[in-house]
């Protein structure tokens, strides 16, 4: 099945650090979508992108909608132990009865160092 | 409010055994999806159902099926289990606008 390009494929950050994650696609969507997952846990919705050039934060999580529809950016600023996990980007290019049809990236997988 | 509810969360099967995961969503959302998830294949997404009928369907054979029921608990069932089956299977319930909400998963082991 399709997965979306996510880069970088992980990343070794210390404590307080800003970090940057990004997403890209061969076809345009019309959302994008950005999840954390846990060890043990399913994906949790962090950030929903519904316009192209839309920048939307979420505290210190701050995402953008390429205008080019085929990419998005992920920004954590000050990281945290606690930021630590998988993210996913997911595209969806809706019509009738597709809203629920995701296409996930990759993953980018954090490890905060104190 | 309750979260969406998947059991059993492990199992471990044999090959061409079959098995049924169950969903409930969250309280008032009608739509359910399915997700598979694997190591090699990422989140991949299996089906959707809403009022009890499937909306939408990915691309994995037809050894892969679910139902939803009148009250919006949906059941995903994988007959002649493979070794290639071993993932964490996820469900997601979603309301009329919302964005879709994830449960913990069911792992299945498929030895």
């Known amino acids: 099945g399709q997965q979306l390009n996510q880069s970088p494929q992980s990343m070794f950050i210390q404590e307080g650090e800003d970090v940057s994650m990004n997403c890209t696609s061969s076809s345009i969507f019309n959302t994008w979508l950005w999840y954390k997952q846990e060890p043990g846990e399913g994906p949790v919705l962090l950030i929903a992108l519904y316009k192209a050039g839309e920048l939307t934060s979420n505290g210190r999580l701050t995402a953008q909608f390429g205008i080019t529809r085929k990419d998005s950016f992920l920004n954590i600023s000050a990281s945290i132990p606690s930021d630590v996990g998988i993210y996913f980007c997911a595209g969806r290019l809706e019509s009738t009865g597709t809203a629920s049809k995701l296409t996930f990236g990759t993953g980018t997988r954090l490890q905060v160092t104190l | 409010k309750a979260g969406v509810t998947q059991t059993p969360r492990y199992l471990i099967k044999t090959r061409g055994q079959q098995v049924t995961l169950s969903c409930s969503p969250i309280s008032g959302h009608r739509s359910v999806s399915w997700y598979q998830q694997t190591p090699g294949q990422g989140l991949q997404f299996l089906f959707e159902y809403f009022s009890e009928t499937q909306r939408n369907k990915g691309n994995f054979p037809g050894r892969f099926s679910g139902r939803q029921f009148s009250n919006s608990r949906s059941e995903m069932n994988v007959s002649t289990l493979e070794l290639g089956d071993s993932a964490l299977y996820l469900c997601?319930?979603?309301?009329?606008?919302?964005?879709?909400?994830f449960g913990e998963g069911s792992r299945l082991t498929v030895l």
């Open positions: 997601a319930s979603r309301d009329s606008t919302g964005e879709l909400f």
